[in-house]
């Protein structure tokens, strides 16, 4: 009882493969055609050809059938003059009463006139009495009499009897068949006479010839697309070849080269790009030699210079260990020489650091840690010099544990950079430090309401010894490396450090690391942009809506 009702969706499900095999195919149908400049050619010219063809073949269509019909009309009306002749000779000499001898000489002239179309029947003949031609009248072969349109009767019936009408019309036979046919008729005396030609032979002709118009039509497009592919295949496997050893260039196969065939202007193309990839690694090799010079050079500079350094350091020390005996001026050259030797020390540290990323040798000492905690060594860090600068750090920590597997070092090295960047910029406002985490990820961001990044400079800060105003003097003994180095350890935890700003709104940096070493980043607990910035937003954008409404 309950089976009938679910036959619709039971027929439906069945059908649900079926789409899907459809939608496979035709997705994959048209990812090749978008990829491939062969298919799309020969498409074009199968699309544009058809077209062509078939507007010829209408157009030749068009012209053999106003051809047929037209010798179809002379050839009509000759044979309707021919027959008017007969007509009235026949009609003079038997006199114009109703007698029988009348009747049966026009059924004479009906049928020696048909007799006149031989025996495939080219034509037949129609006689009818003009004062009631609907229904008095005399036809050869059983054609009726309505096959004669009344227009044509009364067109015949208004003339004067010197030029003869036509029409197109369907001819009826007693048996109930009917045909297409041409009908021409004429005056004669007190009767009309019509000539009724069937046109079977001319739809077969044309038949015939549409056929042939069609066939020859779809050869010729077909053929049109073989040449096509042939041609385009002649250039597209060159440039398919030149793309391949383009997409191995790009992957780091240097010695790539082209065949070379010929001399023409595919030739030139293949020349051209071997050129190119010569020029290409002569370089590439040049600048990692130069590379390779610049960080062997960084590190062995950095090292030598830590014996001479360690001597200067120890003499700084003893000297500013006894500058409250010197004079004034010899007691502050003392402390610049600490300061400055300590600056200078980091300035080695961070460049030795730099030339290990160069050289693909920094690692991860990878240990599941509270990254509260890391928050909190970083901040006891730079209290001091945030005092010294008038700046309050404060923190929004979570309340309980944030674990995450990290390098210790090298995050709390990175928090330590974004605090000192922050307090430096921060033209003695509040800092404020966040952390959040969700199942994946852990943030931390490190917010000042200094001066503020202009347009652009979001990105450029990482870059190495970039300053955001050159005129700005370092008052923290920074070595324009720190950014750097916080990004190439983000990067190197597969975290990610990034930088907000406004002029006038202060700047916010957010680092996003994964909790479990190893997996892909997705997404950052904390927004980047920091919240009251974006309610400021919210009424503009309001504002905006309503007028755009």
Request: glycine letters at 8%; aromatic letters at 6%.
């Amino acid at each position: 009882m309950n089976r009938w009702p679910t036959l619709p969706s039971a027929a439906r499900r069945g059908l649900r493969p079926i789409r899907r095999y459809a939608r496979a195919v035709m997705r994959r149908a048209y990812v090749g055609w978008r990829r491939s400049l062969q298919a799309r050619v020969v498409t074009t010219t199968l699309l544009v050809s058809g077209l062509v063809v078939a507007v010829l073949g209408v157009f030749l269509m068009q012209q053999i059938t106003s051809a047929l019909l037209e010798a179809k009309e002379r050839a009509a009306l000759l044979q309707l003059d021919e027959g008017v002749g007969v007509a009235q000779g026949r009609l003079a000499s038997a006199g114009t009463d109703d007698s029988d001898d009348t009747k049966s000489t026009l059924n004479g002239i009906v049928t020696t006139l048909a007799h006149r179309s031989g025996p495939a029947g080219l034509y037949e003949v129609i006689i009818l009495d003009r004062d009631d031609p609907g229904s008095v009248g005399f036809s050869s072969n059983w054609i009726r009499l309505k096959s004669v349109p009344a227009v044509l009767m009364q067109q015949v019936e208004s003339s004067d009897g010197s030029d003869p009408y036509r029409t197109y019309g369907t001819l009826t036979y007693d048996e109930g068949s009917s045909k297409p046919g041409l009908i021409v008729g004429k005056k004669v005396s007190r009767y009309q006479l019509y000539y009724l030609f069937p046109l079977t032979q001319e739809r077969q002709s044309l038949e015939v010839v549409q056929q042939t118009i069609l066939g020859v039509g779809a050869a010729l497009v077909l053929l049109l697309a073989a040449i096509a592919s042939i041609v385009t295949r002649q250039v597209v496997i060159p440039v398919r070849m030149a793309a391949q050893a383009a997409e191995r260039l790009a992957a780091g196969r240097l010695e790539e080269r082209m065949k070379v065939r010929g001399e023409d202007d595919l030739a030139r193309l293949a020349t051209s790009f071997n050129d190119m990839a010569a020029n290409l690694q002569e370089k590439i090799v040049q600048l990692q030699e130069l590379s390779q010079v610049q960080r062997q050079f960084v590190s062995d500079v950095s090292h030598e210079l830590r014996t001479p350094l360690t001597t200067v350091r120890m003499a700084a020390e003893v000297l500013y260990e006894s500058r409250e005996d010197f004079d004034p001026m010899a007691a502050r050259s003392a402390e610049l020489l600490q300061s400055q030797l300590e600056r200078f020390d980091g300035l080695l540290a961070d460049l030795l650091e730099i030339s290990r990323y160069d050289a693909g040798a920094a690692t991860l000492d990878i240990e599941p840690m509270d990254v509260r905690e890391l928050v909190l060594r970083s901040v006891g860090y730079a209290e001091d010099l945030a005092e010294r600068k008038g700046s309050k750090i404060i923190q929004q920590l979570p309340g309980e544990a944030t674990m995450a597997e990290v390098d210790r070092r090298r995050v709390e090295r990175i928090l330590r950079n974004l605090l000192v960047n922050a307090v430096e910029h921060g033209e003695g406002k509040d800092i404020v430090i966040s952390v959040a985490a969700d199942r994946d990820a852990v943030a931390i961001a490190v917010r000042d309401h200094g001066c503020g990044l202009r347009p652009g400079e979001a990105n450029m800060v990482f870059d190495r010894f970039w300053r955001a105003d050159p005129a700005r003097a370092r008052t923290t003994g920074g070595t324009g490396l720190g950014l750097s180095i916080s990004m190439e350890d983000a990067e190197l935890h597969g975290g990610w450090l990034q930088a907000w700003g406004e002029p006038g709104q202060g700047s916010q940096f957010r680092l996003s690391l994964p909790r479990v070493a190893g997996t892909e980043l997705r997404g950052s607990p904390l927004p980047l942009v920091p919240p009251e910035i974006e309610l400021q937003r919210a009424p503009y954008a309001e504002l905006e809506l309503e007028a755009d409404a």
